[in-house]
């Protein structure tokens, strides 16, 4: 059950269930950024350290394929058990940001300048958000938390689909084209991602309010983390749609 935020890694249940105890250190907003921060900083480090490394002529592909099957399996253990976030948040970092700077030099290799525009982009965005949501433009309202899950929950869907026909050689119609279609696709789904970032400030929020256990702001940076990463790919591959068509 994905709950109340769009990012299936934070969600109501997810701090209330953890409970709290007297003399207990609890969760704080301060806390989670910082965890937050240096969560990016160990996937910067390790794209930087892939990137080198593509530059330099290395095989990137067991990185790539070991980023994403690695990252995958640290994810699914991180949400099912968040008492292991503080461990494996880390490592996830480390896996996603080799796969990140792998896949970033190709795109890089293809059209020069692109990773620099889609990492401000991310960032922009990423703050962006954070201020609507400070300002209370946007409020996590449940009508808004149902429908962010149902818009996330399509996407992960028909890119589910898109990798497995892959494998019989079938491409679902205008996802990774260059066409105003294709690019409008994009566009949506960034939109989507976006709109993840209110329901994570939220989650994360109530989770301090309710006096969640101190480990759980290792386990809300690493929910801004699956949604940073997301997004970044989803610009960074909207930006290659339209360099494409030029």
């Not at 299936?8 to 806390?31: D, K, S, V």
């Not at 869907?157 to 990774?176: D, Q």
């Not at 994009?186 to 256990?213: K, Q, R, T, Y």
Request: glycine fraction near 12%.
């Amino acid at each position: 059950m994905i709950g109340r935020s769009g990012n299936p890694t934070l969600n109501e249940e997810t701090f209330a269930n953890q409970g709290h105890y007297e003399g207990q250190e609890r969760m704080t907003i301060g806390g989670t950024v910082n965890k937050s921060f240096m969560a990016l900083a160990l996937l910067v480090g390790a794209a930087v350290v892939s990137w080198t490394m593509f530059t330099n002529g290395y095989n990137m592909n067991p990185y790539m394929i070991g980023g994403v099957i690695g990252g995958a399996i640290l994810a699914l253990i991180i949400s099912f058990v968040p008492t292991t976030a503080p461990f494996l948040t880390p490592i996830y970092a480390i896996a996603k940001g080799l796969f990140l700077g792998a896949i970033s030099a190709m795109f890089e290799a293809k059209t020069e300048g692109i990773t620099i525009q889609a990492v401000l982009l991310t960032m922009c965005i990423f703050m962006g958000m954070l201020l609507v949501y400070r300002l209370g433009l946007i409020k996590a309202t449940s009508g808004f938390r149902r429908g962010i899950i149902t818009a996330t929950a399509g996407v992960a869907l028909v890119y589910l689909f898109s990798f497995v026909l892959g494998f019989f050689g079938i491409t679902v119609p205008y996802l990774h084209d260059s066409t105003p279609i294709g690019i409008g696709i994009s566009v949506v789904i960034i939109i989507i991602a976006a709109l993840n970032f209110i329901l994570d400030f939220n989650l994360i929020e109530e989770g301090a309010e309710h006096g969640a256990p101190k480990y759980m702001e290792w386990y809300g940076a690493f929910g801004l983390l699956v949604t940073l990463v997301w997004l970044y790919i989803e610009i960074i591959r909207l930006l290659a749609k339209i360099a494409n068509r030029d």
